[in-house]
């Protein structure tokens, strides 16, 4: 803001350098000063007061003032214009920030009402292109289904969804109930493995088979087999060395009648021995 004291304080500073006398050049008479008009008394041309203060802008025209109210009434209205101005441009900056997230926002929207739209253009095709499936689709539509042909449809897809279900639970248990059993197997045979030299998971595997395949012969050989001893190797072993021992204890090699001891009986294998032993002790 201008400095009003001291202009008005330079002009009388002004006036008293007009007023007094200053020694000019030799010989020439002393001219009396002119007097600088002051604020409101009269200066060029008679009856114009002289302006208290004049501004001339880079650009424009000239502003004068006729006293410091003058001055401080313009001021105070420029000083109003400006916080006026930055208001404005404070909104309009706001207003635009607004305008730019808008418009991204559209930009967005757009975008998703395309990528629809293109969702919406397949669903067409495909529509378009099954002319029973449209029909059927806009009978329910127009003609939707009372509640209770809504709720048998229902009814009738729970319960498939329901048996469906149990089917899977089935397959699930039997699977758990075969994983269990295998289990249980491998640590059986480990077990026979270790007990006897001769044991062969093959050819046991074979007679499960059988038995799984409900074979009677398989299983009343098995049955057979088990109640002779024969599943036992050690079992069958002191079978025969007993009979053997009591055969020998017996006959002594003596057969009736010729009074002279038997021939030696021979075998082709060992199993065919064991057979004949096991007859004899029968």
């Known amino acids: 803001m201008v400095n009003l004291q001291g ?3 330079d002009k009388i500073g002004l006036q ?10 030799p010989g020439e008479p002393e001219k009396e000063p002119s007097p ?12 114009q007061p002289v302006p208290f203060y004049e501004w001339q802008p880079p650009e424009g025209e000239k502003q004068s ?3 410091p109210e003058d001055l401080a009434e313009a001021m105070k209205k420029s ?3 400006q916080s006026d101005y930055t208001r404005k441009t404070t909104e309009l900056r706001s207003n635009s920030e607004r305008i730019r997230q808008r418009e991204q926002e559209l930009e967005t929207l757009a975008k998703q009402l395309n990528e629809t739209g293109n969702e919406y253009k397949k669903f067409k095709e495909f529509m378009n292109a099954r002319p029973d499936t449209f029909a059927k689709f806009k009978r329910m539509v127009e003609s939707p289904p009372s509640p209770e042909e809504s709720f048998n449809r229902s009814r009738s897809y729970t319960n498939d969804q329901i048996e469906e279900i149990k089917k899977t639970m ?12 295998d289990r249980q197997k491998s640590t059986i045979y480990d077990e026979m493995r270790s007990q006897h030299n001769d044991f062969n998971p093959e050819e046991v ?15 009343i050989e098995t049955a057979y087999f088990a109640l002779k001893g024969r599943l036992d190797p050690v079992e ?14 017996e006959n002594a090699g003596i057969t009736p009648g010729s009074g002279r001891p038997a021939p030696k009986q021979e075998f082709g294998s060992v199993e065919e021995g064991r057979e004949a032993a096991l007859r004899e002790a029968r």
């Open 236 to 249: 069958m072993e002191r079978r025969v060395a007993e009979a053997a021992e009591k055969k020998r204890r």
């Open 16 to 25: 008293w350098f007009a007023e007094t006398p200053l020694e000019g050049p």
């Open 205 to 219: 595997e074979e007679l499960l088979t059988k038995l799984g395949q409900n074979d009677p012969k398989g299983l």
């Open 65 to 67: 003032y006729k006293s």
């Open 79 to 81: 000083f109003f214009m």
């Open 36 to 47: 600088i008009p002051l604020p409101g008394e009269g200066g060029e041309g008679e009856g």
């Open 170 to 181: 089935e397959e699930l248990k039997t699977w758990k109930q075969d994983q269990e059993f």
């Open 7 to 9: 202009n008005l304080w």
